[in-house]
């Protein structure tokens, strides 16, 4: 039976995006994004809707159906996002009973599916129907509070809590903020991410996990990554 992984977050820029293209990579999952930005997944893997005459994600809501996956190389495959997800939000509901009806034609153990920042319905849907729910934060007073804001409103949901951008030295206050919040909300808390800085330069569309071999400056990223596929494989929601 198919499982599938929502990434999540009510705070944009931190690095949900990323997260959700290596971890649909390393799971061998397809990565569905109903995060309708350009900067969200589906831009970043190299798919341009300007250049499509069809709109995969929302032909398959419309008509409920199981969309066809782009084919990715060195990557996840793909249901694109479309910006006028905007205007068309799905219900949570609908969202839901999509993914879960796709991820079992499809017939992969996992499913990645990237969010639109914030609780919005398609984001609540994606959670609803998730497995686990992975919340990328930074050790950073907004993220931290916008995190304490999605617990307080989802803390029922089966959440882990992934560290992100963690600099070699994590700021001690946020840090025990962190603990705080997740004895308080009873959530989980992933080994972190370090900071990579060799990621903004990147031109190279195919996931870093991709890379063989692995570089060396990039090598600590892609093992912390590899540490939260292993939690993701293992989470055990009892």
Same mark, same amino acid.
């Given at each position: ?6 990434i ?12 959700a ?26 798919y ?6 069809r ?21 996840a ?10 205007? /068309? ?36 849907? /994606? ?28 803390a ?8 992100n ?47 063989d ?26």
């Amino acid at each position: 039976m198919s499982k599938i992984v929502t990434i999540a977050a009510y705070k944009g820029g931190v690095g949900k995006t990323t997260l959700a293209l290596e971890l649909a990579y390393l799971l061998d999952a397809p990565l569905v994004d109903v995060d309708w930005d350009r900067g969200g997944a589906t831009r970043r893997w190299g798919y341009r809707h300007e250049d499509r005459i069809r709109a995969p994600l929302l032909d398959a809501l419309a008509h409920q159906r199981t969309p066809r996956l782009v084919r990715g190389h060195g990557k996840a495959d793909l249901v694109p996002s479309h910006p006028e997800l905007a205007l /068309a939000q799905p219900s949570g509901e609908d969202i839901a009973t999509a993914l879960e009806k796709w991820a079992g034609e499809w017939g992969r153990p996992w499913v990645v599916v990237d969010t639109h920042p914030g609780g919005v319905s398609s984001t609540f849907g /994606a959670m609803n129907a998730a497995t686990v729910v992975l919340v990328p934060i930074q050790l950073a007073t907004n993220s931290l509070n916008a995190l304490e804001g999605m617990l307080e409103e989802a803390a029922d949901y089966p959440i882990v809590v992934v560290p992100n951008m963690v600099p070699t030295v994590p700021p001690a206050p946020a840090v025990r903020r962190l603990r705080e919040l997740a004895e308080r909300y009873q959530v989980r808390v992933a080994q972190p991410v370090s900071t990579c800085v060799a990621l903004p330069n990147r031109q190279q569309r195919m996931a870093v996990a991709a890379l063989d071999p692995t570089p060396a400056r990039l090598a600590r990223y892609v093992d912390e990554l590899r540490g939260v596929a292993e939690v993701v494989k293992n989470y055990d929601a009892r």
